[in-house]
């Protein structure tokens, strides 16, 4: 397991008829992204809609992914829920399925304290069979995992690393400084892709990544090689312009279409996601086509 990276936070192909998730576009949809040369997947996540799928077709998701992927990709498995339980029986269907970790994100609805998400996530790690990365998104679960109580819990044998999707720079680095070599530590706000990496993390988990897959790999790579030319150039011209159009959208519904524009309709967004209007479809669609004009540019001009 290789816990570095281009990780794609996969979208789920679903039909909109009766909400169920179309397992042949999913398993398409990953050998896409895996033949893009992303370094892992990620089923299950928040632009997959796990809140809106049931337990059993989250579980299918996982299942389906890690199949279609086989040994060519690291599967890190979304086995999110609130109770340590339902968790646990999650992580465990996961590593029936083949996945490689488990991510949990941190409990919401229900406001708690640092000692009481300490207490969670130790309760699921103790009993966990699969690796588990931690994911902080406090402004949708409205608990923030202090760089402290990662710090802490980044000693748990079984807690291997951290998805941080809040956006906030300063505690990205605070995280990759005060936890172990070991302990993987990756951005999920894909903006801050260059800066985070420049900081000493580890990989990306990147929305934009289900579109351009080979870009946002190339990314990655490129900094490791020290082209940083190329990094600000894949920044400008294909991270910024993507976040910059769906920012102020559904990100689940907005990468659904964008996937549709590059040629595999993955369905619509499940509520309760509204259907994109005409002109965001349009705005999106023109953006799309913009960036891969732009790569193919650069392609011929290689």
Do not use: W
């Not at 968790?87 to 399925?97: C, K, R």
Request: proline share 6%; with cysteine; net charge negative.
């Amino acid at each position: 397991m290789h816990l570095s990276g281009t990780v794609v936070p996969m979208a789920t192909p679903t039909d909109g008829s009766d909400r169920s998730v179309d397992a042949e576009a999913l398993r398409a949809f990953t050998r896409t992204l895996v033949e893009g040369g992303v370094h892992g997947l990620f089923p299950g996540s928040s632009i997959g809609e796990f809140p809106s799928l049931t337990t059993t077709q989250n579980r299918q998701i996982v299942q389906t992914v890690a199949d279609a992927a086989g040994d060519d990709a690291t599967v890190l498995a979304g086995c999110c829920d609130t109770n340590v339980d339902d968790i646990l029986a999650n992580v465990e269907a996961a590593a029936d399925a083949g996945a490689d970790a488990g991510v949990v994100v941190s409990p919401y609805y229900l406001g708690t304290t640092q000692d009481g998400l300490d207490r969670f996530f130790r309760a699921v790690a103790d009993d966990s069979p699969l690796p588990l990365l931690l994911y902080n998104i406090p402004q949708l679960t409205g608990n923030e995992l202090g760089v402290d109580l990662v710090t802490s819990l980044s000693d748990h044998d079984r807690i291997v690393g951290l998805k941080d999707t809040s956006g906030n720079l300063t505690y990205h680095h605070r995280v990759v400084e005060a936890t172990p070599a070991e302990f993987a530590v990756f951005q999920g706000a894909t903006e801050l892709a260059t800066a985070s990496l420049d900081a000493g993390a580890d990989g990306l988990i990147a929305g934009p990544a289900n579109v351009f897959p080979e870009a946002l790999a190339e990314l990655y790579e490129a900094h490791q090689r020290g082209e940083f030319g190329a990094v600000r150039r894949l920044m400008q011209t294909v991270v910024l312009p993507v976040v910059s159009a769906t920012s102020d959208l559904p990100t689940a519904a907005a990468v659904k279409h964008l996937v549709a524009v590059g040629g595999l309709d993955i369905g619509d967004p499940l509520p309760p996601l509204p259907h994109l209007t005409d002109d965001e479809r349009a705005a999106l669609t023109a953006c799309y086509r913009d960036v891969a004009a732009t790569l193919d540019e650069q392609v011929v001009e290689q």
